[in-house]
């Protein structure tokens, strides 16, 4: 089993970034896809972005294209979603999953049974 945690949230003003981390402990990441997803108050949960187990291959929601980056560091057993630009459509509950299936990570579903705890993001001026 994998436990993730998630921090890095805060109050940032449009245009302004935060970086996300994802920490994992119990199990070595490398084994899982790692995404992440986010939801705001009254809608679905959304997938926001992925990084692969194997390749690193990365993928992303069109909403946050050119916007976010997703990486990670299997030595720190950490994953990041650095965001920039950031809008206040961005504000939502963000929460990092381990995925082991490669299919889950490409389509960005949130199919999993390793959640954070999630960290609040707030866009607002």
């Known amino acids: 089993q994998v436990q993730l945690v998630e921090s890095g949230g805060g109050l940032v003003q449009p245009g302004g970034s935060l970086r996300l981390s994802c920490a994992a402990s119990g199990r070595n990441l490398d084994y899982y896809a790692i995404a992440w997803f986010r939801q705001a108050p009254g809608k679905d949960r959304e997938g926001v972005s992925c990084i692969s187990s194997s390749d690193t291959s990365t993928y992303y929601a069109d909403s946050v294209k050119g916007r976010f980056t997703i990486s990670r560091d299997n030595a720190k057993n950490t994953v990041y979603l650095q965001m920039n630009s950031l809008k206040p459509e961005d504000t939502a509950a963000y929460y990092c999953?381990?995925?082991?299936?490669?299919?889950?990570?490409?389509?960005?579903?949130?199919?999993?049974?390793?959640w954070g705890q999630g960290t609040q993001v707030t866009v607002s001026s």
């Open positions: 999953a381990a995925l082991d299936v490669q299919a889950w990570c490409v389509m960005l579903m949130p199919v999993s049974d390793y």
